[in-house]
């Protein structure tokens, strides 16, 4: 099944994106916010471009993140000075990949069938508390992300 997972993953980056549904809930004012999108690995790097309800752009390279808005207007934020995007970046490529060696310093891993958790280190314990993977016959179908501070991300593959 991995095998099958992988060679998914290559399609899907060789001839095109992975698309998704993202619910943000932010807790302090109770509001959800839906934002859509698509994500794609290029060489070394990912990139995740919303296309709703704003247009914007997040690049993960090696050692910074930019964001590049609609009017084309490009922000950098190294790893050093942000590592929560650093943690951002790891974690997703780690999930897409399905290689969660890769994480298991920063989180405590707990397989079942269809369900992954991941609960927090210490290291990065103060901003997530546990994330919730949902696969369906070894495909990646969702991903829960439960902040200390209650928000949510739900990342839900619609393709």
Do not use: C, W
């Amino acid at each position: 099944m991995k095998f099958l997972l992988a060679i998914f993953i290559l399609i899907t980056t060789a001839f095109g994106d992975i698309s998704f549904k993202e619910t943000r809930y932010i807790s302090a004012v109770d509001m959800e916010r839906d934002l859509y999108g698509s994500f794609k690995f290029i060489d070394d790097h990912m990139v995740i471009s919303y296309i709703r309800p704003a247009i914007q752009t997040i690049t993960y390279l090696n050692d910074s993140m930019s964001i590049k808005n609609k009017d084309g207007e490009i922000s950098t934020y190294s790893y050093a000075e942000y590592p929560q995007a650093r943690y951002m970046s790891m974690l997703l490529k780690a999930i897409i990949n399905d290689q969660y060696e890769s994480i298991a310093e920063i989180f405590t891993i707990t397989k079942q069938t269809n369900m992954i958790r991941l609960d927090a280190k210490s290291s990065i314990s103060s901003t997530i508390s546990s994330i919730n993977i949902k696969k369906e016959n070894s495909t990646l179908n969702s991903i829960l992300i439960n902040m200390t501070n209650k928000d949510t991300i739900k990342i839900e593959i619609t393709n």
